[in-house]
């Protein structure tokens, strides 16, 4: 899966079932908390926040969804709330594509300085991914997520504006 096989559109009321049944499915549980459906719906309307459906593959079905928070932040400070894809088509590329498409619209169209997350501690998988696409991390706020077996940490992650135009600019000499 290329990274021009991916985009993202605005999510609809339409597509709540679908967002839900992804954010519930049982493989993508344990690295989330699930919203209740009003709470989408309120990041769909509220400006503060960016819904969208990822469409990935030929004809571009609807393969996940991404959440940004804090997109009229007074501090240039945007959250990648969310992000989660299908069990099917997870591992083949498209959660790295989400992410440079997400950094590129965070620094570029939204004008942010910073670009964080928060992570839990045993999703090294995603981690993994942050770290390769330029994420720092900054800390780890101990036990804050209650598990099936007790606790588990979330691990702080961040981009800064200097660091994403130092990449953008390192991956255009690598292609040219
Ligand atoms: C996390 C998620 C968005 C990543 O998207 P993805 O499409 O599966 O990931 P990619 O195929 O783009 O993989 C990118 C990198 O992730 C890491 N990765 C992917 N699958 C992995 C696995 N099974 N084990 C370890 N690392 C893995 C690797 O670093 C990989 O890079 P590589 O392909 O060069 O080795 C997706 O797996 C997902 O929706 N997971 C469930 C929900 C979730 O964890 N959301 C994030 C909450 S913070």
């Known amino acids: 899966m290329t990274a021009t096989s991916v985009r993202l559109r605005p999510t609809m009321t339409s ?20 919203w209740e459906r009003t709470q989408h719906e309120g990041a769909i309307r509220f400006p503060d926040f960016r819904h969208f459906i990822v469409e990935a ?11 940004l928070q804090g997109c009229r932040n ?10 989660v894809l299908l069990p099917a088509v997870q591992a083949r590329g498209v959660g790295r594509a989400c992410i ?16 964080w997350l928060d992570v839990k501690a045993l999703n090294v998988r995603a981690q993994a991914l942050y770290r390769d696409e330029g994420f720092v991390e900054e800390g780890r706020l ?21 660091e994403h135009a130092a990449l953008v600019q390192q991956r255009l000499q690598g292609a040219a």
Request: no cysteine; aromatic share 8%.
């Open 57 to 67: 593959g030929a004809g571009y079905p609807s393969a996940g969804f991404v959440i």
């Open 100 to 115: 440079r498409l997400l950094a590129q619209l965070a620094f570029r169209d939204l004008g942010a300085h910073r670009f």
């Open 142 to 162: 101990r036990e804050s997520v209650r598990t099936d077996s007790g606790y588990d940490s979330l691990i702080v992650m961040a981009m800064l504006e200097h």
């Open 74 to 83: 007074p501090h240039r400070s945007v959250e990648l709330k969310r992000i």
């Open 15 to 34: 597509d709540l079932d679908f967002v839900i049944s992804v954010e519930q499915d049982a493989a993508n549980r344990p690295f989330i908390t699930p």
